[in-house]
């Protein structure tokens, strides 16, 4: 009970259009996914593949979440809207990690074994965005909405772009990094993650 009300407390402190543990728990698709994530895991570990896999898809087709039972996903993980997430078997996520709606945490399919990406703790990732690979997104960094991500990033970063590229943490340095990069101030005042 204390690690659940850890995960809603989480919730409501990162969503300010949360309200009450009620509405969470009933309103919002990252408690399903997670719910169904978890005992579709549970499966997964215990050999039970295609009951692993069945659950999963069910949750697919209720929330718009696809979360592969074979992926490690730590504490009070929210996934905030939802609607088109993919995340790999072999993805491994931290604690206290937020990720927004059409985010792929996927493979390139040209890696076997660990073929998806490691999120370490306290990572957020903006909607749209792309990791692809096994590759490992430092604890505390920040991926922009829509960036394709295909390296590894280093703690405290800030990651953008179609071709994302990591800039310094200081948001000073990413302002002037961007309108330096680009010319383009708009960008950095639309930007704050």
Request: charged fraction near 20%; aromatic fraction near 10%; proline fraction near 3%.
């Amino acid at each position: 009970m204390k690690q659940m009300k850890a995960y809603l407390d989480n919730i409501l402190k990162n969503d300010p259009a949360a309200r009450s543990y009620v509405e969470v728990i009933l309103l919002y698709p990252t408690v399903h996914a997670m719910a169904f994530y978890r005992a579709a895991n549970w499966l997964y570990r215990h050999n039970a593949f295609f009951m692993a896999r069945f659950l999963s898809q069910f949750a697919r087709f209720l929330t718009g979440i696809e979360i592969h039972p074979g992926a490690t996903i730590g504490r009070r993980f929210f996934i905030d809207h939802g609607m088109g997430v993919v995340i790999g078997e072999t993805t491994i996520i931290g604690d206290d990690v937020t990720i927004y709606q059409g985010v792929t945490l996927g493979g390139t399919g040209k890696d076997v074994g660990k073929r998806h990406p490691t999120l370490e703790d306290d990572v957020v990732i903006g909607a749209g965005a792309k990791v692809l690979g096994p590759i490992t997104i430092a604890k505390g960094s920040k991926i922009g909405a829509g960036s394709v991500v295909l390296k590894n990033t280093e703690k405290d970063s800030t990651t953008v772009g179609y071709k994302a590229k990591t800039l310094p943490f200081k948001t000073e340095q990413i302002k002037d990094s961007i309108e330096r990069t680009t010319g383009i101030t708009e960008i950095y005042n639309e930007m704050v993650i």
